[in-house]
């Protein structure tokens, strides 16, 4: 397992992962064997203003005041010929781990409804760009809500392509709290794009290559 360097982040929290590495539950999941590569994603505001609402608005102590995410290998559960899968490049997931605070709220305590939307578009758009040469683009987003997400909370973020089918990738995300529940589960389709769509300021680029993981 590697990591990227700790600097040139500008997250709130100096350290990232040692954050989280002090949150036994969050340890576990960084420590398992099946993740391939550690990131701290790059929270540098742009001068374009691209990625700005994740990079600036949901970068402080109030709203993400850390974040890490992994990358894991699940073995398939369905053959290639169903899922488009393919083996020089497998659908790998892409995992989140985020420290919340009460600037993301509508109710009283209570995340608002709207932030899931844009990170389950961030973790799951990601997910879809590592089988986009030149990225791909949402189509459809849809969310469901199971147990409200009261902060401050840290919670985990997955997203993964569960099939490919000429341009259009099918993926599915959820939101789960340090036992496992699940508090919102998404499905969504992106299509991939036959020009680079600029994914340099992305949320959870690699800050060393300025490249999607």
């Known amino acids: 397992m590697s990591s990227n360097p700790k600097s040139a982040h500008n997250q709130p929290t100096a350290d990232p992962v040692a954050h989280f590495k002090a949150i036994p539950w969050c340890a576990k999941l960084l420590s398992d064997k099946s993740v391939l590569q550690v990131i701290v994603p790059d929270r540098t505001p742009l001068a374009s203003t691209e990625s700005a609402l994740v990079r600036e608005s949901l970068n402080t102590p109030s709203t993400v005041k850390a974040c890490v995410t992994f990358l894991r290998y699940i073995k398939p559960t369905a053959p290639a010929s169903e899922t488009g899968e393919d083996k020089k490049n497998p659908f790998l997931q892409l995992c989140c ?35 986009a040469p030149q990225g791909a683009l949402t189509a459809s987003l849809t969310v469901k809500f199971k147990k409200p ?65």
Request: proline residues 2%; without cysteine.
């Open 149 to 213: 997400l009261y902060t401050p909370k840290v919670v985990l973020v997955r997203g993964k392509v569960v099939k490919k089918e000429g341009k259009k990738l099918s993926l599915r995300g959820s939101f789960e709290d340090e036992n496992g529940v699940i508090i919102a589960e998404s499905e969504g389709t992106w299509i991939m794009v036959d020009r680079e769509v600029g994914r340099e300021g992305h949320f959870w680029a690699d800050p060393k290559t300025k490249a999607k993981l």
């Open 97 to 131: 781990l985020l420290d919340l605070g009460s600037g993301i709220n509508g109710y009283a305590k209570t995340a608002h409804g709207g932030i899931f939307g844009v990170i389950f578009d961030e973790v799951m758009g990601t997910t879809a760009n590592m089988q």
